[in-house]
């Protein structure tokens, strides 16, 4: 807090896994004799850059960029790029951090980073994007590489922006590099089945906590927020295993809509048009708009998955959730819930799959576009899916096993973080003091 009094996120981020470590440092003092916990909050390396663009009207704008490389100890940098205005150093940080346990949760020889700039994607041309993200690229890329840096997208960075990044890369660096960005488009590298896998990992990792309680996901109610990237596939996959979608929203309010979300019409809202949630309304007027995000969390529901941004679930939240009967929550954004909502969830023994477990599914299918890429070959959409399938499943046995070896059971936010920490701390451990 001395060296980054202002950064809140990134203190957030950071107690919530100190805490859960407690155990961990009484029972190995190796940890805390090399001093990994100081070490492992310090990133290998933090960037700031300018990123200078002309709008269509001729105006030129400055943006900060960012990207951050903070632990390499099992493998490459790898974490999103997010457009958004409130990215400064506190958010990319706390994602990066974040971004190292989730990464050694799946498995994968991945290390964290995260990277991102506090432009605002809302209403710019496609051409002003484009401008933008090479701007971005014209730095970024010599700090990156298929074995040091592989960025991807977050929010406000989707296939359009990877694309023109992945353009920007090449034009600078020659040859083609495919396995220095993930979540290309299909035509140029990208892996079937990444664009589904953080919202579908998700609902596999809600599937295997209802299943060890002799529950499923059929006929349960389940709201939603956010309608970007992870939310849209959260709801596709909890609506294929059969339950029904109340509710979605975006930064501007929520729909609610008794029937049953249509998922043709949200994606074309928002994947296509890149327009306004409200305008569900239009094709289904039977549906309602309510105005400003948080509400959503007042609709009872038994299973509750939010899917939009840092801190829009509060302790509030959480008790209108109980209140209403849910069930489970599962984190598909980062840090989604405030650290009171989290402790009030778990002692009401709520079934709680934390975000670096349960949204795990992006990084790790992106892993799987990098062995693609190294290999010259494309798995099939099953192929993907069923391996996305397999390391959800392990994700959640190994934040299981490691929650009870530490007498925690059930607690999933302290076994996903000490099965995380425990593999990053070993490998820091063994390549000695760096
Ligand atoms: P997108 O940009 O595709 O979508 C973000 C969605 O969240 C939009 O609908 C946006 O609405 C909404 N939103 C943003 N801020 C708020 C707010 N304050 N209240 C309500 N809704 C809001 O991003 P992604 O779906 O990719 O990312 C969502 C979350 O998931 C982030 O936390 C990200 O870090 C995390 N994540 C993403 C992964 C991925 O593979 N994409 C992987 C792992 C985690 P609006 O359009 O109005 O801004």
Known sequence: KRRDPLEQEFHQAVKEILECLVPVLARHPQYMENAILERLVEP???LSFRVPWMDDSGTIHVNRGYRIQFNSAIGPYKGGIRFHPSVYSGIVKFLGFEQIFKNALTGLPIGGGKGGADFDPKGKS???IMAFAQSFMTELYRHIGPDTDIPAGDIGVGAREIGYMFGQYKRIRGGHEAGVLTGKGLLYGGSLARKEATGYGLVYFVQEMLAAQGLGLEGQTVVVSGSGNVS???MEKAQQLG????????SGGFIHDPQGIKLDTVKRLKEQNRS???EYLKEHPHAEYIKGSTGIWNLPCQIALPCATQNELDEEAARALVAGGVLAVGEGANMPSTLPAVNYFLQQGILFAPAKAANAG????SGLEMSQNGMRLSWSFEEVDERLRLIMKNIYRS???AAEEYELPGNLVAGANIAGFLKVADAMLAQGVV
């Open 232 to 234: 849209i596939y959260a």
């Open 243 to 250: 339950a029904l979608v109340i509710a979605c929203s975006d």
């Open 362 to 365: 992006g990084v790790a299918v």
């Open 276 to 278: 306004r949630i409200s």
């Open 399 to 401: 934040a299981v096993r």
């Open 126 to 128: 496609d051409r002003e």
């Open 44 to 46: 290998e390396r933090s």
